[in-house]
């Protein structure tokens, strides 16, 4: 795979200004470069505990993060079962579907992005049996060759809860993390989804929690906004007073 035959068309991404999103990010993205340096691992699947609990959004951050950190990423949308109009990235007209069927070379499949260092592979023309196009030898070389081409890949795979699509991938990927919402992830779903992740105990990097607001991920990581503008000029108020009345004893 060559720099100069992947595609020109530019697919635009955009990253969550939450802070809680950019420290949980963070956290992973610690985790990820430990387990690069020690054990060469570079790809990370990411598949929901059910539908909609925010798995492309932690996807498409963890991919940016990492592309802004220097490395050479690529992005991958393993949905094959939706078409493209319903999807958040739009603008690439090929992807990961048509490579498998044969339509078309991993290099005519993969775009740039707004984000100097990071790739993006699409889910490519709606697929409906999915599980044989990921069980082939066309899917075992692609993630051969972009394993030699990038620094990370990023898997973005369907819920655990509605496919067994990310199953397939499993043994094939260095990492695999879990995504839940809270409020609408049951305990089922995530019992039944860590019993999948339980077979391999090797790759599993953690459970990723969504729709966290600021109070309770404080109770987690009391000190995660410590370098917020407002609560630095809060402590640097507290220490003058400090040093102030030390000065007048």
């Excluded at 505990?49 to 393993?78: E, F, K, M, R």
């Excluded at 410590?226 to 402590?235: G, I, S, T, V």
Aim: with cysteine; hydrophobic share 35%; charged share 30%.
């Amino acid at each position: 795979m060559s720099e100069a035959s992947k595609n020109e068309e530019l697919i635009s991404l955009y990253r969550s200004d939450s802070s809680l999103m950019d420290d949980a990010v963070g956290r992973l993205i610690v985790k990820l470069y430990s387990y690069r340096e020690k054990h060469g691992k570079s790809s990370i699947l990411l598949t929901g505990c059910n539908p909609g609990c925010g798995t492309t959004t932690t996807a498409i951050n963890l991919a940016i993060a990492l592309a802004g950190a220097g490395w050479n990423t690529l992005l991958v949308d393993v949905d094959m079962r939706k078409g493209m109009k319903y999807k958040r990235l739009t603008g690439a007209g090929v992807g990961l579907s048509d490579y498998l069927e044969r339509r078309m070379e991993i290099d005519s499949i993969v775009f740039r992005t707004s984000k100097a260092k990071l790739r993006y592979v699409s889910c490519g023309l709606p697929e409906t049996n999915t599980v044989r196009l990921l069980c082939s030898e066309r899917m075992e070389r692609f993630v051969a060759e972009t394993r030699d081409a990038f620094d990370f890949i990023v898997f973005d795979c369907p819920s655990l809860s509605v496919v067994p699509d990310a199953t397939v991938l499993f043994p094939s990927v260095d990492c695999i993390s879990l995504v839940l919402a809270l409020g609408s992830t049951t305990k089922k779903q995530l019992a039944a989804a860590k019993r999948e992740v339980s077979k391999h105990p090797d790759k599993y990097t953690g459970l990723i929690i969504n729709r966290v607001d600021k109070r309770q991920y404080k109770r987690l990581f009391p000190q995660f906004d410590y370098f917020e503008e407002a609560n630095m000029r809060r402590a640097h108020r507290r220490s003058i007073r400090k040093s102030k009345h030390k000065g007048g004893e």
